[in-house]
């Protein structure tokens, strides 16, 4: 038997981890970045997560040079105590993309991208009385991706990711609070490890808004 642990615990690793991340990534794209700072924002959400009921945000900076700055946040944590039942995630991703083509240039945030991220997170997914759960998972890869507009100030991202995927998981049996493991194994593993289609939201366009240009 092993008991539950903190929630807190967990929370604060995953977050050390995304905050050393997010800096790796931002001093990369800022050393590829003139001194112009950011030149746009945009808001997202992955509706690839939202079906799966798992709420999530993400926002990404535009640099100069076509460099962009993209960070996500996932969280889920539906229960049924009375019946066992746990839905719980969360985690987080810091990717630096770098924008190529045509249409890039001419509407930021807007054709093909391809981009080197990293995520952190947890799980812990229990039906019928036997679950899965793992206290943090780790993965870094590459992804390509193209963001089609939609509407004004609205677009699609679709993004593939591939990389490698490592932790530790559990297979056990909930018994009061405690989980009794059945089973515990190592994961490695290197393939698809993202995907997305997301829905942003292009809130403004700084550089213009710096020079008096109205949109």
């Known amino acids: 038997m092993i008991r539950l642990k903190s929630r807190s615990v967990r929370m604060r690793w995953?977050?050390?981890?995304?905050?050393?991340?997010?800096?790796?990534?931002?001093?990369k794209v800022i050393a590829q970045s003139d001194t112009q700072g950011v030149q746009q924002i945009a808001v997202k959400t992955n509706l690839l997560y939202d079906g799966a009921m798992v709420p999530n945000i993400g926002v990404e900076l535009m640099f100069p040079q076509q460099w962009s700055l993209n960070a996500s946040w996932n969280y889920a944590w539906w229960s049924n105590d009375t019946k066992h039942r746990y839905w719980r995630t969360y985690g987080g991703e810091i990717e630096a993309r770098k924008w190529h083509g045509r249409v890039?240039?001419?509407?930021?945030?807007?054709?093909?991208?391809?981009?080197?991220?990293?995520?952190?997170?947890?799980?812990?997914?229990e039906w019928e009385?036997?679950?899965?759960?793992?206290?943090?998972?780790?993965?870094?890869?590459?992804?390509y991706g193209y963001a089609v507009k939609i509407a004004h100030n609205l677009s699609l991202d679709f993004v593939i990711g591939i990389g490698y995927l490592?932790?530790?998981?559990?297979?056990y049996r909930p018994q009061d609070n405690e989980y009794c493991i059945l089973k515990r194994r190592n994961l490695s593993y290197f393939g698809p490890i993202k995907a997305e289609v997301s829905l942003v939201w292009i809130i403004d366009n700084i550089a213009k808004r710096k020079k008096g240009v109205r949109k």
């Open 14 to 27: 995953i977050l050390a981890g995304i905050c050393i991340l997010f800096s790796c990534s931002w001093n």
């Open 104 to 125: 890039a240039q001419q509407y930021p945030l807007r054709g093909h991208h391809t981009g080197l991220f990293m995520m952190a997170g947890m799980y812990d997914f």
């Open 129 to 143: 009385h036997a679950g899965y759960m793992n206290d943090l998972y780790f993965g870094i890869g590459a992804s």
């Open 166 to 171: 490592c932790g530790t998981y559990y297979k």
